[in-house]
């Protein structure tokens, strides 16, 4: 029995600390997600911006290049030759070209510009100063950008795929008095973005380009240039912008194991081609990595920008959700057994006046109250099911000469005595009650008139026989009726109450019952 108060008490404290923690969890839980969001569109804003300011500074760099050097009236003659002259003449002219323009490529390779190329109006490659001995094949189908100059006539600027290299191009046509000759492209890898991201920030960065792009248009000689991305089986990593080195306290261990760490998340979510971010938690540190979509110059999505940064923000956001959800958790169940113990000290409390209210507390037998309402009870089911339904009522004779002859605390015995001789032998469907002084009564359900006259007649004797105190005695005058269909309880208590005083009126210490 205690085993199961136990238990219902932990069950109430597991519903009421449920019932408390869960609004609780999930408004924190809400509340970081607000603010998580609101801190990974500020990141994704600012890295947007860091990586659109230094595109841009290139474009002014290829553009001053342009019209400063490259647009040049001996410059241009040389590739308007070369469209009409025969493979000799072209040689000669292209070596003029390289040997003039030389110098300019080694100082836009130390400005990090990895191509610096020369087509011909027909889209034929003239020079490339990256692989000079690689001339003379169509670019027509595979460099957008240059089909693009040549339709439009107009220079164009965005990240394109090459048959060599990738990179963020630079396409101006050129023209020999005022008529079309041909283009000239500058463009700029990945590498060249990373290296002034990092001289600026403190974050790693990568890059990776989606693998049918390469497959369509590098040479295949050249695709060892890429590696598969472990960040999605759709996109290649070029080898070229991975560094070897510790980046911003970023080794390329440790960007492994974060790739690692959000491979799943990202090969899904790249697909939706937009901007997003992922964190993950490594060694105790909080990281998180930005992607930016990247677009070419047909304005297809073909690559994402990816920086890695360490994020103490986060960090401290992510504490501080945890220790707001473990002090609700713990004010949950302090509160859950505050309730409890207050329900239960309630239905003590209750129990206690209850039983203040329903019991007699010299012989904690039931008292008057309890025993007009057991005596309802039992008169209803005994004439529902037709059952004999008894009552003895008895008093200790000459009680009031014990009180005055041995005191108080005597008669407080013998009354105690008394109920304790009587008790030991009910059933334990028999209601015994105190009605008041020295009388007591005994409902005894289910047992004929004859059965409770031989009963009263046992206890009579038991307490005759008994020894309570030197020189005292003790009987006790008992009146016997059992239940008729036409009584109610004032009926019944007043026949079982005339026997009783018929017994006394008869020598006391005798049984008269009442049919």
Known sequence: MQIMKYLYSFVGVLLIFTALFIPAYSFFKHQYSEKEQFHFDAKLENASLQFHAVKSAYNLLAQSVFDNIINKEHIVSLIKRANAADDTEKVHLRNELYTELLPLYENLKRQNVRQFHFHLKNSVSFLRFHRPEKY??????IRYSIDKVNRTK???????????????????????????????EMSYSFNAIK???????????????????????VWEEERDNYISSVLSPEYLHDKATINQKTENGFSLALIEHINEAIATESAERVKSQESF???????????????IPINNVEKKQVAYYISYEKDPTLKIMKKTCRLEIIISAIASLILAVLLVL???????????????????????LANRNKLNILLEKAMQFSIRYKLPLSVIFFDIDDFKKINDSQGHDAGDTVLITVSK??????????????????????????????????????????????????????????????????????????????????????????????S
């Not at 003590?348 to 007699?360: F, I, P, V």
């Open 342 to 364: 207050y329900v239960l000290s309630q239905k003590r409390t209750h129990k206690a006046l209850e039983l203040l209210a329903t019991t007699d507390p010299l012989t904690n």
């Open 195 to 217: 290296m002034e991201e990092a001289k600026r920030y403190p974050a790693y960065h990568s890059f990776m380009l989606n693998k049918h792009i390469v497959f369509d248009k």
């Open 277 to 291: 971010i992922l964190d993950t938690e490594l060694m105790g540190e909080h990281y998180i990595v930005i992607f």
């Open 421 to 514: 001789l009587i008790s030991e032998q009910l059933r334990s469907s028999d209601i015994f009650a105190r009605w008041g002084g020295e009388e007591f009564i005994i409902l005894l359900p289910e047992t004929p008139h004859k059965d409770a006259k031989m009963l009263a007649e046992r206890y009579r004797k038991l307490i005759q026989q008994y020894k309570f105190l030197p020189d005292i005695t003790v009987t006790c005058s008992f009146g016997v009726t059992q239940l008729r269909d036409d009584d109610d309880e004032n009926s019944l208590l007043k026949r079982v109450d005339n026997a009783l005083y018929s017994a006394k009126n008869h020598g006391k210490n005798i049984v008269v019952d009442v």
């Open 136 to 141: 003379g094949d169509s670019l027509e189908t």
């Open 154 to 184: 107009r220079e164009a600027f965005g990240f394109e795929e090459g048959r060599i290299f990738n990179g963020f191009r630079h396409v101006f046509p050129l023209f020999y008095e005022e008529k079309f000759a041909g283009t000239v």
